[in-house]
């Protein structure tokens, strides 16, 4: 039988894509930079032209748990509820040669991205975990938090599913059996987002859009599989970077257009609809997930491992300070960061991510109440969902890793962030975690004239643009240099 793991990787997801448009600016705040003082006092100042439009997004007070119980809950918990059955999966992989988590029982056999479960019926099966999405390697060190750089969402993960099937009815007796009953939530799931939810790119996310299948197939109230969709559900897939974790203890809201107000574990949850069973299971699950948002508050970013020159690095942070802080704060002994969600004028990143749900279309109408309304909004501690348009500007911790750049991932590194005129429509990469370029920061890349296969980015694409965030263009290549080695440090 062909490998089982060929029909189910990388699923797991956190909802990132619903919003409504806000046409108010009463809140926005105007962020000039180095302005210069009048030299006529007494009258009155000439009104000058905002560079960047912002508004504060308000805090929003979080439950607390214990790291270390989320720790072992979040890579052998029980918050999926389906998967392949576990002797099925070990017949189509290979057991686990490093168990890099250090993990016991029937986990140590498994690849971290996946964990053995027991489901309601008492049969015991595997399911992806959140390592899918949320770990990945860099220069051969393995990150917790660190967003999948390389996972290959452009494949079809239902391709195969008939065949999978035929092997767990061979292997169990059918479809009476309690592995295929413990098994049917996960195929029913895979079969939904099979061919929806595939990206363009090698790299690129697609997670709003899974989410999107997921709830359009789920009762926004008792959470319960509906084997029609509820919604029409459209056809194109945005794509989004998976972002760092550790910046989330910072962050007021949650993902890029800061759309995930009021309780964070709430949204957590999101994960599980791949599998849930109903309302009753994402209770228990919403319990546990205090814990696991404690551990993600207590990651901190990874040191660069390469050398730094400090005094260019210096040299570096007093134009940072001077230019960049404003957006995204200070660090060192006494770091600032101001949660500012940012103008798609001002910002001038590609503006579907944020636009696909702030234009009112069945689809978005249909997020929104059903996260606002639903189990997810009126339910215990509830998630809010609102979209404003825009994005927020990121804490910059451990931006050496989190290449490629930009909410999409269209930019392969700092230097090209920083220069946009330098940037490359299309460019391909190899997808080994060491090929690291240390002077632009970031992955090194070829600049091709055509998309050549999966492993090319086309920012020509919808939704795959690489425009916006010229804030660096007017510095000089040494000015460049110097705040390149200053973010090297952070």
């Known amino acids: 039988m062909k490998k089982i793991e060929l029909l189910f990787t990388a699923i797991i997801l956190f909802p990132l894509t619903f919003s409504c448009s806000k046409e108010s600016k009463e809140d926005l705040i ?20 905002p560079l960047i439009e912002s508004s504060p997004i308000p805090n929003n007070p979080q439950r607390t748990g214990n790291a270390s119980v989320g720790y072992e809950y979040l890579i052998s918990g029980n918050y999926m509820s389906s998967g392949v059955p576990y002797d099925a999966f070990l017949l189509g992989t290979s057991v686990n040669p490093d168990n890099r988590l250090n993990r016991t029982g029937d986990n140590a056999n498994l690849p971290y ?23 990945s390697t860099i220069n051969n060190e393995f990150i917790i938090g660190l967003g999948s750089h390389d996972a290959d969402f452009t494949v079809n993960r239902a391709s195969n599913i008939a065949l999978l099937n035929s092997g767990i009815r061979a292997l169990y007796g059918g479809e009476d059996s309690a592995e295929w009953q413990a098994y049917d939530q996960f195929r029913k799931s895979i079969v939904a987002i099979g061919a929806r939810t595939m990206t363009q790119t090698r790299g690129s996310n697609p997670a709003d859009k899974i989410t999107q299948v997921l709830i359009a197939h789920r009762d926004k109230s008792t959470l319960e599989w509906q084997d029609t969709p509820l919604v029409d559900i459209p056809e194109e897939v945005i794509p989004s970077d998976v ?55 207590s990651l901190e970013a990874p040191e660069y491992p390469f050398s730094v020159d400090q005094d260019l690095a210096q040299q570096g942070k007093q134009l940072f300070e001077n230019t960049c802080a404003t957006c995204h704060g200070t660090y060192g002994n006494s770091p600032t960061y101001p949660n500012l969600l940012v103008t798609l004028k001002s910002v001038g990143t590609d503006p579907e ?6 234009k009112s279309s069945p689809m978005n109408n249909y997020f929104m109440d059903w996260f606002n309304s ?69 992955w090194i890349y070829s600049i091709e004239q055509t998309k050549v296969d999966k ?31 200053y973010l090297k440090t952070l």
């Open 30 to 49: 105007d962020i000039v930079v180095n302005e210069k003082p009048t030299d006529q006092p007494d009258e009155e100042p000439e009104v000058e032209e």
């Open 113 to 135: 991205d996946y964990t053995a479960i027991t489901a309601s019926n008492g049969a015991r099966v595997v399911a992806p975990n959140c390592m899918a999405c949320h770990a």
């Open 243 to 297: 972002p760092a974790w550790w910046l989330l203890k910072k962050k007021n809201a949650m993902f890029y257009h800061a759309i995930g107000r009021g309780d964070f574990c709430k949204s957590f949850i999101g994960s599980s609809l791949l599998t849930l069973g109903d309302a009753t299971k994402a209770a228990e699950i919403d319990a546990k997930m205090v814990d696991v948002l404690a551990y993600i508050q």
């Open 353 to 358: 991510l944020s636009d696909h749900y702030t």
């Open 374 to 442: 639903g189990w997810f909004g009126t339910h215990g501690n509830n998630l809010q969902i609102k979209a404003e348009g825009g994005y927020i500007a990121p804490p910059l911790d451990g931006i050496w890793a989190t290449a490629p750049y930009f909410h999409n991932g269209s930019v392969p590194t700092l230097e090209d962030v920083l220069n946009s005129q330098n940037r490359p429509t299309r460019w391909s990469r190899s997808f080994n975690n060491t090929d690291y370029d240390q002077t632009k920061v970031g």
């Open 455 to 485: 492993n090319t980015y086309d920012t020509t694409l919808k939704g795959y643009g690489n425009s916006g965030h010229t804030f660096g263009d007017h510095l000089t290549d040494s000015e460049r240099s110097a705040l390149i080695e």
